[in-house]
């Protein structure tokens, strides 16, 4: 019946049975006939990747499909050619399906002496776990190579553009220079404005007049309704705290033009001789 997994197996195993030389051989029959339920037809050995278009094709395995180590066996599914490979190194069996036309290949590895017990019998005494193998054949080996599609990189990279906008992420949003602000909507009320404040300062010589580093007394911007003591257009507002002792320095006079400042005395200085102020008195 063809619902049964195992259809087939016992006549594919008979036709190639007295050519079995080694366990090797009876998974490389076993996955023969694993493809040719699934449509493959055999066409030759060898890994020659081009077609002549008269290749006779076949449920058969080829002659002289055992006779090296390796093992190389070429098949067409839908007039695509593939080639199975088989290679035993190490007691283990790595067996590649390759499909010609855009070089996808899938593969399988198996431990040779742990897959197959005995070359002779039935396919129990065989290959005890058949079941699973013919799974992992049909899914590692199989369905790997024949459900990719080969206009599968073509399509992601010609895929026609949305015309629907995604909405922006607001941690991608462009900043503006000495602006940080959200997008519009985000929070639900329009961002203020954050003036530029010490962006300058990354520049000690920042143009635009919002000053860098270095202090500039002659800055036109400066407060000229306090404008302190000193060189002429004053010190800034705050520069001699409140009640701070502090000795001008600078032409006397007042530091705006026309303004006289008297000469205190300086208290720092030594008394002039014959000064005495009668204070211990």
Known sequence: MASDPLFGWDLTYKIVEKDIKRKADVIVAFIHWNLSKRGFRSIGIGDERTLTGDEEKSELLPTGWNDKDNYALRYLLEDKLFILHALSTDGNLIINLMRSEDLAVSNIALKIDDTVKETQGSIEKMIPSHMELIYNVKRDLIDTVTERSTATVETQTSRPQSNTRRPEDPLRAPSRPGIISDPP?????????????????????????????????????????????????????????????FDPFGPPGGPLPGARRPAPPDADHLPPPGFNDNMFM
């Open 185 to 245: 909507g985000l929070w639900g009320i329009s961002p203020p404005r954050i003036p530029s404040i010490g962006r300058s300062d990354l520049d000690p010589f920042a143009p635009g007049g919002s000053g860098g580093m270095l202090y500039n007394p002659f800055e036109p911007r400066r407060d000229l309704e306090n404008p302190g003591l000193g060189i002429p257009g004053g010190l800034p507002r705050g520069a001699v705290p409140p009640g701070a002792r």
